[in-house]
């Protein structure tokens, strides 16, 4: 079946530690993203992706960095210098950039312990 | 001025209830329109897209107007299964899908 999976569903992490989210999708979708959802608030787009080895910052990149170097993957580090980690990420793709629906995957909750 | 602004909520209505939630956004240039439903702790997903023409979808019936910049939606005879949160999404030039803060809906007996 085709889809977003992210892993993992959960994850907790220890002050200090960068941490990595992982997103993989087979829809050959060219465009994705990494949102941020805290509670009782809207997504907030960290980084996207239109095309391989390409990507854009967000309304809230600091602390967080991505890669592309392949169509179906996109991982998200969430890195020691992003000061209030704990959250919901939710990463979504496209099949194109413009005009087309963006499909999401269950998303990891974050938890700094 | 946020990029995409909805109506705060909750709103809570009756079943039967037509209820409407508006949304507006700032870049004119904006390109494309969906309103998307997330259950709670869950994914959002696509509710439907909105066209310059208006489009139906059984109960829901959603609306742009790119002179004012809005967006609506529309539920008719709403349904406890309609309760979630209702989320506007603009697609801008560059390829950045903006989410507003989302508008709660609570349908009760």
């Known amino acids: 079946d085709g889809g977003i999976t992210q892993s993992p569903k959960y994850l907790f992490r220890k002050e200090g530690q960068n941490v990595t989210l992982s997103c993989e999708q087979n829809l050959n979708h060219d465009a994705m993203y990494w949102y941020r959802q805290d509670p009782g608030q809207g997504l907030r787009l960290i980084y996207y992706s239109q095309i391989v080895n390409d990507f854009q910052k967000g309304d809230i990149a600091e602390g967080y960095s991505v890669s592309r170097e392949k169509k179906e993957s996109f991982p998200l580090t969430v890195t020691s210098a992003q000061k209030n980690p704990t959250a919901f990420y939710l990463c979504?793709?496209?099949?194109?950039?413009?005009?087309?629906?963006?499909?999401f995957g269950q998303g990891t909750r974050l938890t700094v312990v | 001025r946020k990029e995409v602004e909805q109506d705060p909520g909750p709103f809570n209505v009756p079943e039967g209830a037509t209820v409407a939630f508006n949304c507006t956004y700032s870049?004119?240039?904006?390109?494309?329109f969906f309103w998307y439903r997330q259950d709670c702790r869950k994914e959002p997903k696509l509710l439907m897209s909105v066209y310059s023409s208006g489009n139906e979808d059984g109960r829901f019936t959603a609306q742009l107007n790119r002179a004012s910049q809005y967006i609506s939606l529309l539920i008719r005879d709403s349904k406890l299964s309609d309760s979630a949160t209702y989320l506007c999404?603009?697609?801008?030039?560059?390829?950045?899908?903006?989410f507003g803060q989302g508008t709660e809906l609570s349908v009760k007996p």
């Open positions: 979504a793709s496209s099949f194109r950039v413009w005009d087309t629906e963006a499909f």
């Open positions: 870049n004119s240039a904006s390109q494309s």
């Open positions: 999404v603009v697609n801008n030039q560059g390829g950045k899908l903006i």
